[in-house]
Structures are given as C-alpha cells and as structure tokens.
C-alpha cells in the first residue's frame, strides 16, 4: 500500500510530468499541417486530458512517468518518451474521430 509520502511524491512528479506533457502539445502541433489554427486548442485538449491519458494508464502515473524523466534524463528524453508512447495512440484515436475520407454526413438522408 503507497505510503502518504510515496503518494506525494507521485503527485510532485506528475504535476511536473503534467508541465512536459503540456510543452510536448503544443509544440508538437505547432509543427502539424493537418491541425489547423481553429483546431490547435481542441487538440491540445484532447491530448492531454485525463481520458486520454487513461488509455496508457491511471493518468497520475502516467504524468508522474514523465516527470520522473524529466528530472532523471532531462527534457529531450521526456520528449521522446512521450512521442513514443503517447504520440501514436493519439494519432490513432484522432482518426478515429473523423469521418473517412469521401464520405459526407446528410442529415436529411
């Protein structure tokens, strides 16, 4: 069972890891053609919310992951992790959102 001071030190890391994450965002869709301005803040959203990162696992420990390191390998690691490992699952989750391409909604159908 995680000590009081165990679950503190999680939380300390993951609000760090919380910060990383966030850099990653939105630097990552900066570089992104396919997101255009009008959707940059939806994005980022999306990429870093709790239910997002509930999909990789409980979301404390996944920031805490990231934030562990950060501090232990520096910020390019962090980076790298989280292209690794967040990255692709958002990709996938983020095309499954859209319709396929050549189809169009017609609510009077």
């Given at each position: 069972m995680p000590t009081?001071?165990?679950k503190q030190g999680e939380r300390t890391e993951a609000w760090i890891g919380d910060?990383?994450?966030a850099l990653f965002a939105?630097?990552?869709?900066?570089q992104r053609a396919d997101?255009?301005?009008t959707q940059r803040a939806e994005a980022f959203t999306q990429m870093t919310s709790?239910?997002?990162?509930?999909s990789l696992g409980e979301p404390t420990s996944v920031e805490a992951a990231?934030?562990?390191?950060?501090?232990?390998?520096?910020?390019?690691?962090?980076?790298?992790?989280?292209?690794?490992n967040c990255v692709p699952l958002y990709l996938k989750?983020?095309?499954n959102r859209q319709p396929p391409k050549g189809t169009h909604r017609n609510k009077n159908k």
């Amino acid at each position: 069972m995680p000590t009081q001071k165990n679950k503190q030190g999680e939380r300390t890391e993951a609000w760090i890891g919380d910060a990383v994450l966030a850099l990653f965002a939105r630097q990552w869709i900066l570089q992104r053609a396919d997101i255009p301005p009008t959707q940059r803040a939806e994005a980022f959203t999306q990429m870093t919310s709790n239910q997002f990162l509930a999909s990789l696992g409980e979301p404390t420990s996944v920031e805490a992951a990231i934030g562990k390191i950060y501090q232990s390998k520096g910020l390019q690691a962090a980076f790298d992790w989280i292209n690794a490992n967040c990255v692709p699952l958002y990709l996938k989750q983020r095309k499954n959102r859209q319709p396929p391409k050549g189809t169009h909604r017609n609510k009077n159908k």
